[in-house]
């Protein structure tokens, strides 16, 4: 057993049952042998039947299940949790996630030796496509979010937040904006750079459940590059903090954005067919967004 071995099990969860999560993750914190605790934090959800089966948390030894008065979104309650925390090792996991081996917590704990501040495990989504109104969600995170530890190295401030284990006083220096928007892992990983923090990336995934529809898929991905252009303009990340804003940089340094915006005007309706589509084109994704953005850069 490693002294160092105390874990805070963190899950902001909203409007989503989190109950067979919590009951994987502390069967698998007890044959660990780490000392642990499971907080779940509920943001004021609406569906009372989840409320309900979520409750049954508080049953289980070291797990509780809490709620947030009002809706404040998945950042400013992933700081409550971080503060109502015990231990300086916090394990934070999305609600619509389940590990996807039955040893990832010991995988994790192994780790837990402060030569690492971030220990970031990966996300897989299942083999089996989804119905169609979630196919745009599902193909997206195979292509771009499930990364072998190999190509997550690349990149390594690149972090997804749905599964990562990080050392509690890195996460209160790195998670400082509270905004209710989407699409603020932007400013979390840019801020784990500007701190030089120290990532280990091993293969420890949990796999990814829940699908949007299209639509909202759509609509969440615009909002988050809402997001990306507001912390730009605000001076909170640099205009190349993500592939998005340098392959504008690109565009606009040859006088190409009006002409792409015109073309992609042209085919919008051709292209929110094609990602309703069986077949969704996650090329054509990008330009949707890249063109979205651009029109945000326009009209500033």
């Not at 400013?76 to 971080?82: E, G």
């Not at 998670?175 to 784990?192: P, Q, R």
Request: charge should be positive.
């Amino acid at each position: 057993l490693y002294l160092s071995a105390m874990l805070s099990i963190l899950i902001p969860t909203y409007n989503y049952n989190t109950l067979l999560l919590v009951k994987t993750l502390q069967q698998q914190a007890i044959e660990s042998k780490v000392v642990f605790e499971i907080l779940a934090l509920d943001d004021a959800s609406t569906d009372k039947q989840c409320s309900a089966e979520n409750k049954k948390i508080n049953a289980l030894d070291h797990c509780s299940f809490l709620e947030n008065e009002k809706n404040i979104g998945r950042t400013a309650t992933r700081n409550i949790l971080a503060k109502k925390a015990k231990y300086d090792w916090l394990l934070f996991l999305d609600a619509d996630v389940i590990p996807l081996n039955e040893d990832y917590i010991a995988t994790y704990t192994k780790e837990l030796d402060n030569k690492h501040d971030v220990i970031s495990g990966g996300i897989v989504y299942k083999g089996q496509r989804p119905e169609h109104k979630q196919l745009l969600r599902w193909v997206y995170g195979h292509k771009k979010e499930s990364k072998s530890t190999q190509i997550r190295k690349k990149n390594p401030y690149d972090i997804i937040s749905q599964n990562v284990l990080i050392q509690k006083k890195m996460f209160e220096k790195a998670n400082v904006l509270e905004a209710n928007m989407y699409g603020l892992d932007i400013f979390f990983s840019y801020k784990l750079k500007e701190f030089k923090a120290t990532i280990l990336h091993i293969e420890n995934p949990t796999i990814h459940l829940g699908l949007e529809s299209t639509a909202v898929f759509i609509e969440k991905s615009l909002g988050a590059i809402q997001t990306t252009f507001t912390l730009e303009k605000n001076k909170k990340i640099d205009t190349t903090a993500r592939p998005l804003q340098r392959r504008y940089n690109q565009l606009n340094s040859i006088g190409l954005t009006a002409i792409f915006i015109f073309v992609c005007n042209r085919f919008e309706k051709q292209i929110i067919a094609n990602l309703k589509s069986k077949h969704p084109s996650i090329i054509l994704f990008d330009l949707y967004k890249l063109c979205f953005y651009c029109k945000l850069k326009k009209n500033a």
